[in-house]
């Protein structure tokens, strides 16, 4: 019981913490104390966990063990608590940039950013053209013009790649719900738009998915469970959906999800593991899985998901795609699930910066009459033909955090640092970001409260309908109490000062996405889910300042393993710079792009109407 008298850290003031190079701050590594457990094992842990007087005990063990006492439950912090990450406007000077009113109608917006996309989009910075690429939106607009494909078409083509990706022999996993009929009506409509030579904007007639957390007409909103669309009723559009249906998308469905978002690996024993594309025997990533595996199987240019801690920008990372998470409340919040009310941000995954660019433009600025802010926020986009032009960035890099991953993703990341500095002079700043393992446990306190909070008046009914992961992941968050909630969010404020004064020397920060790729699926855990926070905690090691601050943050694809599974590199930025941030991933994709690799499972919805090979 030792870790009952365990005492807490007395945290130093701010203004007394060294953030330099040569600080005398230690680092400490992910302290996680938990065995992976899935099958009869976690059905037998979960109703341990959920035993009143043994369960308690247990908690406070797994607490102690993972030093949440020490780092949050007993440390004393001098600072306030910082409930909401939310940033005052800012209209900060970026360089190569558009500004927009963020109340222009979203078409307009979309037709704006084309005056920010380069000439060509498949070039590599030596000019050179890549080895792949996938079809981009402004591809699905030209063959829409051209006449040769139609909206119709390229529906009756996912509809069958849909079917072919269920199948046994593969089970990809990629949709908790889609509907035919809606699909290809919404296609047919598209059809004669482009046939009269009115389109609405070049994403008319674009298939786009989505996380089944955001709500999404004529489908349920089941959060990738069995049960939560039966108390909570979807009966219109989230804001973010709406407005891409205004620029003519065809929505396809809603993309598979870990369920609830309580997890890393995507794996819902509900639907199915959502698999990666590269490699279907591994896990594509949570919470926003299907999302990033159909987006790199070539099902879509583009698809949202919600980042609630790096959920959005792990799978990207893992399945080789771009992932943008914007600044907290940039994005309407509108008709997403409250699971996470303050972390939980709407995100897109691409598979290029570009489509991330035009979806960006399409999807951003807050609701008029909501008046979250003083004044109306603008919104930059940067112009990407002038990328090249952009040679003064500052990248903030603490070392020891950066190298703790995998050798591969240390290499491979590191190998694209030097490359940026080669190719546009950009400087690495050597910094310490202090107590990153404390914002961790801080994060997984607050998440982990929120999510509780949210479904409480559920729970009672519908306990017994989660998996058996999810169950184990509600008990633990039902544990925290109101003071460790209140500590967490001191950590916050205590983080966010800590960041201002990075922001002060740098313009953005660089790390890996994630500590590690894509792990296998064991077969164990495809009915009961699994518990893996030793993995858990290396694929977000480099998400939280993102969640946690309402940072924005970008990750692009950077190579791959030894085993051939992608790995992500990933640009944190201060509040409202998302244009710079998108100017770098762009800048990460022209130099890196010559080194992508085709998935093993591809779909070519584009193909020429004689070519029958789809994959």
Same mark, same amino acid.
């Given at each position: ?9 007395? &945290?130093?003031? *701010? ?12 680092? $400490? ?28 005990? %247990? %908690? ?13 439950? /007993? ?38 950013? @084309? ?6 989009? #498949? ?5 050179? /053209? ?11 607009? +030209? ?16 509809? !069958? ?8 022999? $593969? ?12 699909? %290809? ?22 298939? =786009? ?34 407005? @891409? ?10 993309? /598979? ?24 025997? +591994? ?34 990372? @893992? ?9 907290? !409340? ?8 409250? %699971? ?5 941000? *709407?995100?897109? @995954?691409?598979?290029? *910066? ?42 903030? +890099? ?22 940026? #500095?080669?190719? &546009? ?5 050597? =910094? ?31 306990? !017994? ?24 969010? +001191? ?41 893996? &926070?030793? /993995? ?12 946690? $601050?309402?940072?924005? !943050? ?33 800048? =990460? ?13 591809? &779909? ?12």
């Amino acid at each position: 019981m030792d870790f009952l008298k365990r005492e807490g850290v007395v &945290y130093t003031p *701010v203004k007394d913490v060294d953030l330099g190079s040569h600080s005398t701050e230690f680092y $400490l590594q992910a302290n996680v104390k938990a065995p992976r457990m899935t099958g009869l094992l976690v059905k037998i842990f979960t109703h341990l966990l959920e035993c009143p007087i043994l369960g308690t005990f %247990l %908690l406070l063990i797994l607490k102690g063990n993972n030093l949440i006492h020490q780092l949050i439950t /007993n440390a004393e912090f001098q600072e306030p608590p910082l409930f909401v990450p939310l940033h005052d406007f800012e209209d900060i000077k970026e360089r190569e940039v558009k500004c927009l009113d963020s109340s222009l109608p979203p078409p307009e917006k979309v037709h704006l950013a @084309l005056d920010c996309l380069p000439t060509s989009s #498949q070039e590599t910075l030596d000019g050179t /053209n890549s080895s792949f690429c996938r079809w981009t939106i402004m591809d699905y607009a +030209k063959a829409y013009r051209s006449g040769d494909i139609t909206p119709s078409l390229v529906a009756e083509r996912f509809i !069958a790649a849909i079917d072919e990706s269920t199948k046994p022999s $593969l089970q990809m996993g990629f949709f908790i719900h889609y509907s035919v009929d809606d699909i %290809l009506r919404q296609a047919a409509e598209s059809t004669h738009r482009h046939r009269r030579g009115e389109p609405i904007s070049v994403l008319d007639g674009v298939p =786009v998915a989505i996380k089944d957390e955001i709500d999404c007409l004529p489908y349920p909103t089941t959060g990738g469970t069995t049960w939560l669309h039966k108390e909570r009723p979807c009966n219109d559009d989230a804001c973010c959906v709406k407005r @891409l249906r205004l620029c003519g998308a065809v929505l396809v469905g809603k993309s /598979n999800m870990h369920e609830l978002g309580s997890g890393t690996s995507g794996i819902n024993p509900h639907y199915g593991p959502a698999r990666n594309p590269y490699d279907p025997s +591994k896990i594509a990533g949570g919470s926003s899985s299907g999302s990033a595996s159909l987006v790199s199987a070539g099902l879509c240019p583009v698809a949202l998901g919600v980042d609630g801690g790096g959920s959005v920008r792990m799978p990207a990372s @893992l399945c080789g795609v771009v992932g943008l998470k914007p600044t907290f !409340a940039r994005i309407p919040h509108d008709g997403v699930l409250p %699971l996470n009310w303050t972390v939980g941000m *709407v995100g897109i @995954l691409a598979g290029t *910066v570009e489509d991330a660019l035009i979806v960006y433009a399409a999807i951003s600025g807050e609701i008029p009459y909501q008046k979250i802010f003083s004044v109306l926020t603008s919104i930059n986009l940067p112009r990407l033909s002038l990328t090249k032009g952009i040679f003064d960035i500052k990248l903030a +890099k603490y070392g020891k955090w950066f190298d703790d991953c995998s050798n591969d993703v240390r290499m491979c990341c590191s190998k694209t640092l030097l490359k940026l #500095q080669d190719h &546009y002079n950009w400087k690495i700043i050597d =910094v310490t970001i202090p107590e990153i393992e404390a914002m961790r446990l801080a994060h997984y306190i607050t998440i982990g409260s929120e999510s509780s909070t949210a479904l409480d008046s559920f729970k009672e009914k519908n306990f !017994a309908e989660l998996g058996w992961d999810v169950r184990v992941a509600q008990s633990i968050y039902g544990a925290f109490s109101g003071m460790e909630y209140l500590k967490a969010q +001191k950590m916050r404020n205590r983080q966010l000062q800590f960041h201002k004064k990075i922001f002060a020397e740098a313009d953005v920060i660089v790390s890996p996405t994630t500590g590690v790729t894509a792990y296998p699926i064991q077969d164990d855990a495809i009915q009961t889910g699994e518990l893996d &926070y030793v /993995n858990g905690a290396a694929l977000v090691r480099y998400s939280i300042a993102g969640n946690f $601050l309402g940072l924005p !943050a970008v990750t692009v694809p950077v190579g791959f393993d030894r085993l051939g599974l992608p790995i992500g590199l990933q640009f944190i930025g201060r509040p409202w710079s998302e244009a710079t941030l998108i100017h770098l991933a762009f800048a =990460v994709q022209a130099i890196c792009m010559s080194e992508y690799k085709k998935p093993k499972v591809y &779909y070519d919805l584009l193909r020429k109407k004689n070519d029958s090979n789809g994959m």
